[in-house]
């Protein structure tokens, strides 16, 4: 038997055994296609074929190829090289690895080869959010081999760059691919008896596939122009232009601001929200800022503008959502406006047991609480792009 025919034995027997033991990852498995070659080192994909290396596979036991066949359908699949953007290369392809090597993980009779990447604490969250917080901190992991390849529509390879040259052609037919997968893995998981088929504790990254994605920025305009008058069809591109604010001549809105300083929002989301906020305030004179800084307690209110300097965050000690939302109720007793409250927070703390009368929109650090766990409002994830 020649080494080539005994390597794709060898592949499906191991794609076999993925489909005996998870309808839904076998599924995605049908959806790409696995090739042999000596251009890559160990393994990697393109955001749709996976491409192994035959002299390092034949020196992996049959539970590693699992392992690591499964790795690069999971890149794959979760469009993990679409989603980088232009985000630094190396360091997406840890978060991405860390995602992908925990789902593995969890599969019973699969090992990932030796040297993998994990981190138990950080594997449940998305691969923007990881991203994040390995930027923010001193990254522990290492990567020597990158596996997640990209290029432009005109073919160019684009490995190792870190600039956003994934054509726009090819993105769009990568993510119309993989969503038309994973929503027919997720049927075909749904009415199989093997009830572990779609991973638990996962959702945060599956929901990039089966929900729509809504940039911060975007929300966060949108939320607040909309109030008084919904403008569901505005477009950010005609702010410069004025254009909807004679329709609030007259009328104002209270904006509270409230930035959690218990030591989950970093300088760096900090000015990235404030920023963002301000530059809000400065395009729609009908919205009137108003700045708190709250722990355990709420601080302020200090006014907030595109001319006024942010002033030096206060507390650092436990969280409590209560105080802010209190001081805001009494001050609404006195004012006669419309307001709506935009809280930056990592989510964990005390929540009040009165939902305010006011719209509440929360913008969550990466590694917060999951937006489907606050009980009141709107929550959207602070991400850089």
Request: proline share 5%; aromatic share 10%.
């Amino acid at each position: 038997m020649s080494k080539e025919i005994e390597l794709e034995k060898r592949i499906s027997a191991s794609l076999l055994r993925l489909q005996t033991r998870s309808p839904f990852f076998a599924t995605l498995a049908l959806f790409t296609h696995i090739r042999i070659t000596e251009q890559v080192p160990i393994a990697a994909t393109d955001g749709q074929d996976i491409f192994i290396n035959s002299k390092f596979v034949r020196s992996l036991s049959s539970s590693d190829l699992d392992g690591l066949l499964l790795h690069e359908v999971l890149h794959a699949a979760l469009l993990h090289v679409v989603r980088r953007q232009a985000r630094e290369y190396q360091l997406w392809n840890i978060a991405a690895d860390i995602v992908v090597n925990g789902m593995v993980a969890q599969q019973e009779g699969m090992t990932l080869p030796k040297g993998s990447i994990r981190d138990p604490k950080l594997e449940l969250l998305s691969v923007e959010e990881i991203y994040e917080i390995l930027q923010k901190h001193s990254c522990p992991h290492s990567l020597t081999l990158l596996d997640l390849w990209e290029s432009s529509d005109d073919g160019e390879d684009c490995l190792g760059s870190n600039r956003d040259c994934l054509g726009s052609n090819r993105k769009t037919a990568l993510e119309t691919h993989w969503r038309d997968a994973m929503q027919q893995a997720i049927t075909i998981a749904q009415s199989s008896q093997n009830q572990g088929s779609i991973p638990a504790g996962f959702g945060r990254e599956l929901s990039y596939l089966t929900q729509p994605q809504i940039d911060w920025r975007t929300y966060l305009w949108r939320y607040l122009v909309r109030t008084p008058t919904d403008f569901t069809g505005f477009d950010r591109r005609f702010i410069g232009r004025k254009l909807y604010l004679e329709a609030l001549e007259g009328e104002s809105v209270k904006v509270y601001i409230a930035v959690d300083t218990s030591g989950s929002v970093g300088d760096r989301e900090l000015r990235l929200f404030l920023g963002e906020v301000r530059g809000i305030l400065q395009s729609y004179p009908h919205l009137v800022g108003e700045l708190y800084y709250a722990d355990a307690d709420a601080y302020g209110p200090y006014k907030l503008d595109s001319d006024s300097a942010i002033p030096k965050p206060l507390g650092g000690g436990g969280t409590s959502f209560i105080p802010f939302f209190q001081q805001v109720k009494n001050r609404q007793q006195f004012e006669y406006q419309t307001g709506i409250c935009v809280y930056l927070t990592d989510g964990y703390g005390s929540f009040p047991t009165d939902i305010p009368e006011l719209p509440v929109l929360w913008v969550v650090t990466p590694g917060g609480l999951d937006l489907k766990q606050f009980p009141f409002g709107e929550a959207v994830r602070l991400l850089s792009r």
